[in-house]
């Protein structure tokens, strides 16, 4: 069931309770530093990060991102957003109606930051490409990501597509080239069932070879390299 995270403040995000603001970009690698937060009592914080898909409502005094992660539960929702409700509108970037890919960090142990959500990317399938972000291991994309594999294959029913599986460094190069065909595949099979004729579609898997993020906490890294690429070659009409 989506859960309504309620915001005004796109790039506000909190270390053991203190508010820092900046740009979404800096947020992501300042995120780093919430690694290194370490209660007075609790012991220290681990976190899990993953991208979700989330739809922004405009509201009276902010907006509203409706997310699609079943797992997030409405006490993890409560902080620190209720915090940002008086605070400024959101950047321009983010528009009443857009889908935006968002980067959760969550706390799964401790007591520092319960959780911080950053957009990352717009999710627009009207654009020449669009990344589809997966769980790890998981070849399967999110019921969210479907609809939105769907949409971008009807609206570039006429153009030929490239599927790019990429993969973090976890595993063997052997076992991640073979999970990101498996991603490209499940993409392509995705497109097919959404009217996409087979042969406008090329899948291929790059593994571990071409990651798009270098950060240093190892769980951030990874939540942003487990990706597919599509990328649509659509000539003239």
């Known amino acids: 069931m989506p859960r309504t995270v309620r915001a005004s403040l796109a790039d506000a995000y909190?270390?053991?309770?203190m508010?820092?603001?900046l740009s979404a970009a800096s947020l992501l690698i300042s995120i780093l530093?919430?690694?290194a937060c370490v209660p007075m009592?609790?012991?220290?914080?681990?976190?899990r990060t993953s991208l979700d898909l989330a739809h922004v409502e405009k509201a009276e005094n902010g907006f509203n991102l409706i997310?699609?992660?079943p797992h997030l539960g409405l006490s993890d929702l409560a902080y620190p957003f209720t915090k940002a409700i008086r605070q400024k509108e959101p950047s321009t970037a983010a528009k009443a109606g857009d889908v935006w890919h968002v980067v959760v960090h969550e706390q799964i142990k401790g007591t520092c930051t319960p959780l911080s959500v950053a957009l990352f990317q717009r999710a627009d399938?009207?654009?020449s490409a669009y990344n589809v972000y997966f769980s790890a291991d998981r070849s399967d994309p999110s019921p969210a990501e479907?609809?939105?594999i769907a949409a971008f294959a009807k609206r570039h029913a006429r153009c030929e597509l490239r599927i790019e599986g990429h993969t973090d460094e976890t595993g063997s190069r052997e076992y991640n080239l073979h999970l990101g065909q498996r991603m490209a595949d499940s993409v392509a099979g995705i497109m097919q069932s959404a009217g996409m004729a087979k042969n406008k579609l090329k899948t291929v898997s790059f593994g571990e070879e071409r990651p798009q993020n270098a950060?240093?906490?190892a769980d951030t890294r990874h939540a942003l390299n487990r990706r597919v690429e599509i990328l649509a070659r659509c000539g003239k009409n």
């Open 14 to 17: 909190y270390v053991c309770g």
């Open 19 to 21: 508010k820092k603001s």
């Open 33 to 35: 530093a919430l690694s």
């Open 41 to 47: 009592v609790g012991g220290p914080c681990e976190y």
């Open 67 to 69: 997310l699609h992660d």
């Open 125 to 127: 399938a009207d654009a």
């Open 146 to 148: 479907k609809d939105m």
């Open 215 to 217: 950060s240093q906490d």
